[in-house]
């Protein structure tokens, strides 16, 4: 008989081993690559496509930038329905709405107690309207996030420029986080084209973009009323302008960024906006914003201008395609609704993606790999076609390269290879090829950069059994949690 010290002895030598064992095997998960995003940015990524509602007196003047005199008896919309933006919006595939409650002409969409400039005076119900709460109560029935953009450019204020406009922008934000929350996203944005009426002085006025609204300070109030809300500027610190407003993120997109010199508004910083920094130090991911229409605001002109189904497909690929969140802006008309043509479209767009992208010829597919982390089950490539986000196929450390092959149950034409990353231990794949199986050889199809939390590759239709995808290069021992084919 072994005495009880015995066996204990062995069950911890044996204990022992296992850990040994599995360390130079790689049992334990990847170290992360740093910077790594947040909850709520992760959230954000998981979100994909979020909706922006630009209204204001500019609506009914037919201008995009307000100068801040106009009366409030403009703003008369005759049939507001919040319902109808919310419900088209969930029904379409969008996540969040983000309303104008201030544009650069200083009206406010809610009955603001810090302004006579508002809702509150106009004809809208009497001034008995709240257009920001009833975009947000349609939010909450529909399913949606609430997030608001406050103009830091305030054309109608006469203190613009001044130590106490700052007070007043963040009294507002106070009102707007109190009452109308929970909000997501908090926009603000760069814009300070100078002239404006500012209480009548009708002058320009010049702020210093890098110093004057002191960000920090109104970050950190916003912070302790909404702890994980996302700011977007130029700067983030949640994320990032695209550097254009046409919907076209870099093909290569790193999420990574180093914000030390940047600033809302600062100018000529657009390419690099676009492509961010693989080095970067902060975890900034961009955000395409992009209008359905020519303007941000509603133009009966631009009826006919409304995007079709097509392009907002490109848009598509251009945004949530390279690895970003689309915000595309549906100006409600003078009604305070949605134009028939935008939701038109907007419905043949949501079709058209489900066209596109119903049906993933690669799940559940066999996939193979030149290598995975320890020849671990919880590493192996079978994971990139399971259907769980968590999973992922990954590498041991010293190795940055490999590749892994999909093989259908039979030939199928593929017209996109959607990827996707394991963004959660951060961004690594700098390069990566793929390859069809044609005529016994490997026939290259697709050729890219950067991955992150999706990248969607339109390639041209192939008809194929086996498809092969190569990371050529990473910043560290690559994770990928998903490949899909359609
Ligand atoms: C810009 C503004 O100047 C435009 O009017 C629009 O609101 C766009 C989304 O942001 O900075």
Redesign the pocket.
Known sequence: MYSKQFLLLVSISFFCLVQLFGQTKNLSAPAPVYPLPTASQMAWHEMEMNA?V?FTTNTFTDR??GYGDESNDVFNPTAVNAEQWAKTLQETGFKTMIL?CK??DGFCLWPSEFTEHSVKNSPYKNGKGDIVKEASDACKMYGLKFGV?LSPWDRNRADYGQPTYLTYYRNQLKELFTKYGPIVEMWF???NGGDGYYGGAREKRKINGATYYDWPKTLDLVRSMSPNVIFFSDAGPGVRWVGNERGIAGETNWNTITTDTLYAGKGGIEKLLNTGQADGKNWIPAEV?VSIRPG?FYHTKEDSLVKTPEKLLSIYLSSVGRGSTLLLNIPPDRRGLFHENDVKSLRGFAELLKKEFGNNLAANAKVSADTYRGNQKMFAPANLTDGNKETYWTTDDAITTGSVVITLAKSQTINYILLQEYIKLGQRVQSFTVEAWKDNHWEKIAAATTIGYKRILKIDPIAAQKIRVTITQSKACPILSNIELY
């Open positions: 922006f630009h995009e930038w104008t544009h650069h953009y944005d760069g814009a914003d941000w």
